[in-house]
């Protein structure tokens, strides 16, 4: 392979030329917390909307000030600065003011999935040493007899009906634990409901407490590759991805925007580019606890977030809503898409319909998250594409062999990124550290190539690839070829076990309402767009295909399934 020098290509960042108008080369870094944001927030629109959720809403006045209860009742129980305290919440009011006022006492906010398993919990729940934890009540009883295994203290036990617009206030009640909206909670020491926990609390009227350069934040990784990893994340990592992305939209004003918050929060793309990013530029922040196709068509329709960042399967959900064509969604004025590549059919009929540009982006937990995004302005990104570099951070590709070397643009290698957004280190794992951060470069696994613009293309996940016949298959360039076919929905291929050629392609597909179709179908119309040992050999059709909790098909839950059934029936 052709190798270039490490002076060259890369490090001259050729995509600075691609930045749309107003988009800064470099940014002088204001050193302030997330905390001190929001209170820059509340200062300057102290009125404006800053939560809406299922129609009750909170000013900025408001929200700082549960803020500051919710933080002083921390410190009357004894969570200290760079104490850690775990939330295990889906998008509601709780979950925004636990988040920043935790931050704002110096302590140490643990983001979980509620969606994960005992074990998965007790794990990160145990890694993290949280002293205390916020919870929902359809979660409480699990979390209490999970206590004694961790080092947690105190329950804060939070109801998604706590804050609700009259008359669903009234009606909640009634309603709720036949819905299985509510539970009953189990009595045990130290678990206190949410709204007795911040009323009866003294406020922390103080300043944030935690210094720039402080951890603020343990943010584990999904865990799909083996035991989730713990990214320690600092006030200066969240604070500069925050401000870079909002550099990247110059013409959305501060306190002028509605952001819909359907991305999770306890994941690092739903905080930054959600949460933090709402309160960063002062606006309304509408949540969604559950971002499926109804609740975000609702939300289109009643409130009309104006910044819209999804993945694709909620695009893809929008677009096949019966309800879609009839929506008028022209009050949107950008949209942001990441963790897996949006197909290009998704992205001309949103277009279309709402007259602005979806930039596709990239990021990793360990980079807080985002490093890539297309440019905003018609015109400018390219499909496929993770955009390009995000202003002050360097990329480079490099061989995949010695992960060293620098390839030549157009040419296939590991992409590694340098930030400062980029991890500290994984806690309690030097050796993975050492791994993953090489030279100060944080290596990411993905293969990747750099054309002659500087836009960066993901070809695969480097450990994804599969060899077939002494060819390299790259899976995600036959899913971009099955998502061309009418009748498909979803697509993941993976390699399988093959006698003569290592491996061949199996695809699973998930066909649009219906429709039907055969595999002799979907084989023969890969067959005119894809080489022949790329072509899949089998397909298997499904309902749906599993996916993390931001909508990422797993490809390698699906090779594990596969490999597991095929182990079954040599067996038998």
């Not at 145990?126 to 295994?149: F, G, H, Q």
């Not at 009866?200 to 103080?206: G, K, L």
């Not at 989730?228 to 994340?233: A, M, P, R, T």
């Amino acid at each position: 392979m052709r190798t270039v020098s490490k002076n060259s290509s890369y490090l001259n960042k050729p995509w600075l030329t691609s930045y749309a108008p107003g988009v800064p080369t470099n940014i002088n870094y204001e050193k302030k917390t997330l905390p001190e944001f929001l209170e820059r927030a509340t200062a300057g629109f102290p009125k404006n909307k800053a939560l809406t959720f299922m129609g009750f809403t909170l000013n900025y006045s408001e929200l700082k000030g549960m803020v500051d209860r919710f933080a002083g009742a921390l410190i009357g129980h004894g969570v200290r600065k760079g104490d850690s305290v775990a939330i295990i919440l889906p998008n509601t009011i709780q979950c925004v003011v636990a988040y920043f006022g935790i931050l704002k006492i110096g302590a140490i906010a643990v983001m979980n999935n509620p969606l994960y398993s005992d074990t998965e919990l007790e794990h990160q729940l145990k890694d993290s040493e949280a002293k205390a934890l916020v919870t929902l009540d359809l979660l409480a009883n699990r979390m209490i007899d999970l206590r004694p295994k961790t080092h947690i203290k105190q329950i804060i036990v939070a109801s998604i009906g706590d804050y609700l617009p009259f008359p669903k206030s009234i009606l909640f009640p009634l309603v709720a634990k036949k819905k299985k909206l509510a539970a009953d909670v189990k009595q045990s020491p130290n678990v206190f409901r949410w709204k007795t926990f911040i009323n009866n609390a003294q406020p922390m009227t103080d300043s944030p407490a935690a210094s720039f350069d402080a951890i603020a934040q343990y943010q584990y990784t999904g865990g799909t590759t083996g035991v989730s990893k713990g990214v320690v994340l600092t006030h200066a990592n969240l604070s500069t991805n925050v401000q870079q992305a909002a550099s990247w939209f110059p013409e959305m004003r501060n306190g002028a925007e509605t952001m819909l918050g359907a991305l999770p929060y306890f994941h690092v793309f739903g905080l930054t580019v959600s949460m933090n990013l709402a309160v960063f530029k002062a606006w309304n922040n509408i949540l969604v606890p559950k971002p499926q196709p109804d609740p975000l068509m609702e939300v289109l329709t009643k409130d009309k977030p104006t910044f819209v960042p999804l993945v694709p399967t909620m695009y893809i959900g929008i677009i096949n809503h019966p309800e879609f064509e009839r929506t008028d969604l022209s009050f949107v004025n950008g949209c942001f898409s990441g963790s897996a590549p949006l197909p290009v059919e998704v992205i001309k009929r949103f277009e279309e319909k709402t007259g602005t540009v979806i930039c596709e982006g990239f990021g990793m937990t360990e980079s807080s998250p985002v490093t890539h995004i297309n440019p905003f302005e018609k015109g400018r990104p390219k499909p496929g594409s993770i955009g390009v570099p995000v202003p002050d951070v360097e990329c480079r590709i490099v061989d995949i062999e010695d992960r060293a070397t620098d390839v030549a643009p157009g040419k296939p290698g590991e992409l590694i990124i340098r930030g400062p957004q980029v991890m500290q280190r994984y806690k309690g794992m030097p050796d993975e550290t050492k791994e993953t951060i090489r030279d100060g470069w944080l290596h990411t696994g993905d293969i990747a190539e750099m054309d002659a613009d500087g836009y960066f293309f993901i070809v695969d996940r480097l450990k994804d690839m599969v060899i077939s016949g002494g060819y390299n298959v790259y899976p995600r360039e036959i899913d971009e070829v099955l998502f061309t076919h009418p009748k498909v929905l979803e697509a993941c291929a993976i390699g399988v076990p093959h006698a003569t050629r290592g491996e061949s392609i199996k695809a699973f597909v998930v066909l649009k309402p219906g429709e039907t179709a055969t595999e002799d179908e979907i084989i023969g119309f890969c067959k005119n767009k894809l080489a022949p040992y790329k072509l899949p050999t089998e397909v298997e059709f499904r309902d749906d295909l599993p996916k993390s909790t931001v909508g990422k098909i797993l490809r390698k839950e699906l090779r594990a399934e596969e490999l597991e059934q095929r182990k079954k029936e040599k067996a038998s």
